[in-house]
């Protein structure tokens, strides 16, 4: 394997002259600079480019935690900050912390032990005061989650804004016994959700109903849960923002297989604006969101941090969204 030293022994300069015309640095003259680049070519030497992120402390490698990859959105995200990624010559580390503390403090110490120059995080299952002292070894980000403290910058949506537009709309439907579905209660973008509903009931003089709140909507699955939780229910809601178009499905689904009619019966909004939603029957009306695009500002911020351009600091980002209609409502 060709050594820069030989290079610079092959054309009488030294090893700083070579690396300057590798890493296309001034202060090198035209002359030297067109002899240098021959030499390379003729030797079809290519430089090491785990050397090269050595000397400059940098693996040119991101990390983003997910709770999992096989969410319709999460895979939209991960997709959007891998492009991203590319474009900016760094690699991506996929992790899914299934909803664990701990696999999310595993990948913490990858940045801590410098595998990675920066973290992505797409959901956040520790406490802050456990994430904090890991800045000290890279820049972190917040994606898609929020915390009214953390002091790094937090890239997401209008989680109150959006929710109470839901509402608004089913009430402005005429409904009065609306329900709310969220996926975990330690999340406060999902509190920053129910905020929302709870605003949107208390504008318009409606009760809320405990009863109507309904917790762990993830999946498919949990939609046919929570329609059975309904069933049960003495005094039912007629309307009901799921939060997730995969439980809004669920939801759909099972609600006809014992012939309700939606949204007669029961009117449904979901959250995302999945594939999933232009397929069933009815088609779903949902919360569009930017999900590429989410991904692709996370990882512009988040090499920001990384070279230094910017200072990190608490900097909350939110990117529009808007109620999409279709026949579940």
């Known amino acids: 394997m060709t050594k820069i030293s030989e290079i610079a022994k092959l054309c009488n300069v030294s090893k700083t002259t070579v690396s300057r015309v590798l890493n296309n640095h001034p202060y090198v003259s035209e002359v030297?600079?067109?002899?240098?680049?021959?030499?390379?070519?003729?030797?079809?030497?290519?430089?090491s480019s785990l050397a090269r992120n050595f000397r400059a402390n940098?693996?040119?490698?991101?990390?983003?935690?997910?709770?999992?990859?096989?969410?319709?959105?999460?895979?939209?995200?991960?997709?959007?900050?891998?492009?991203a990624a590319l474009e900016n010559d760094y690699k991506v580390l996929i992790f899914q912390t299934f909803y664990n503390s701990k696999n999310e403090l595993d990948v913490m110490e990858k940045l801590k032990n410098r595998e990675v120059d920066g973290v992505i995080l797409g959901a956040l299952e520790n406490e802050w005061d456990l994430i904090k002292p890991y800045l000290k070894y890279g820049p972190i980000v917040l994606c898609n989650e929020?915390?009214?403290?953390?002091?790094?910058?937090?890239?997401?949506?209008?989680?109150?804004?959006?929710?109470?537009?839901?509402?608004?709309?089913?009430?402005?439907?005429?409904?009065?016994?609306?329900?709310?579905?969220?996926?975990?209660s330690y999340s406060q973008a999902q509190s920053q959700r129910k905020e929302g509903y709870l605003k949107a009931l208390a504008d318009y003089n409606l009760l809320q109903n405990e009863d109507w709140i309904f917790g762990r909507g993830f999946s498919i699955e949990d939609g046919f849960r929570i329609f059975d939780e309904i069933l049960k229910l003495k005094?039912?809601?007629?309307?009901?923002?799921?939060?997730?178009?995969?439980?809004?499905?669920?939801?759909?689904?099972?609600?006809?297989?014992?012939d309700y009619k939606i949204p007669e019966h029961l009117a449904i909004v979901g959250y995302d604006?999945?594939?999933?939603?232009?397929?069933?029957?009815?088609?779903?009306?949902?919360?569009?969101?930017?999900?590429?695009?989410l991904g692709e500002r996370t990882v512009i911020e988040l090499i920001k941090y990384i070279n230094n351009e910017v200072k990190l600091k608490r900097d909350i980002i939110k990117l529009p969204t808007k109620l999409k209609i279709r026949e579940s409502t």
């Not at 030297?32 to 430089?47: C, F, S």
């Not at 319709?72 to 492009?83: E, H, N, T, W, Y």
């Not at 005094?235 to 014992?258: C, H, R, W, Y």
């Open 58 to 83: 940098k693996t040119q490698t991101i990390a983003i935690s997910v709770p999992r990859f096989d969410h319709p959105f999460f895979a939209q995200l991960i997709k959007g900050v891998s492009l």
């Open 235 to 258: 005094e039912k809601p007629t309307a009901l923002f799921t939060g997730n178009d995969q439980v809004a499905a669920g939801i759909i689904k099972k609600a006809m297989s014992f």
């Open 32 to 47: 030297k600079r067109e002899q240098i680049l021959k030499v390379i070519k003729e030797l079809d030497y290519t430089p």
């Open 146 to 184: 929020y915390h009214h403290s953390a002091s790094i910058p937090i890239i997401g949506y209008d989680e109150f804004e959006a929710t109470y537009k839901a509402v608004n709309h089913l009430i402005k439907k005429g409904h009065k016994n609306i329900g709310f579905c969220y996926d975990t």
């Open 273 to 293: 604006n999945q594939l999933i939603c232009q397929v069933t029957t009815p088609t779903i009306t949902t919360i569009d969101i930017p999900i590429m695009e």
